[in-house]
Nanobody, 127 residues
Framework: QVQLVESGGGLVQAGGSLRLSCAAS????????MGWFRQAPGKEREFVTA????????YYTDSVKGRFTISRDNARNTVYLQMNSLKPEDTATYYC????????????????????WGQGTQVTVSS
């Protein structure tokens, strides 16, 4: 049974930092691209960033470029999201997702390209 478990969310002031983790089990982690999405109250879920199975390629939505960094540790079956210079508009539930490593590129921004999802972790940024 595949499980993706996010952690590291919380309440932080604007300008602060958080690091999210997503621990994967039940799949061969190193054969999956990984992504982070977020959903703010009353809004649709949106793509944040993705990393290729090897970690050699990354892809970010424009609103987080230069502030967020995705990374992975295949030995620990974990993907990370380092979030710096947080803004109130970053407030959302953050989800990690896994996609088998067929193809890479803008398609990583599409929810329907992912095979597995976590339950999410809440990030709240106060002004």
């Amino acid at each position: 049974q595949v499980q993706l478990v996010e952690s590291g969310g919380g309440l932080v002031q604007a300008g602060g930092s958080l690091r999210l983790s997503c621990a994967a089990s039940g799949l061969t982690f190193s054969t999956y691209h990984m992504g982070w999405f977020r959903q703010a109250p009353g809004k649709e879920r949106e793509f944040v960033t993705a990393i290729s199975w090897s970690g050699s390629s990354t892809y970010y939505t424009d609103s987080v470029k230069g502030r967020f960094t995705i990374s992975r540790d295949n030995a620990r079956n974990t993907v990370y999201l380092q979030m710096n210079s947080l803004k109130p508009e970053d407030t959302a539930t953050y989800y990690c997702a896994a996609r088998s490593r067929a193809g890479w590129g803008p398609l990583m921004g599409q929810e329907n390209q992912y095979n597995y999802w976590g339950q999410g972790t809440q990030v709240t940024v106060s002004s």
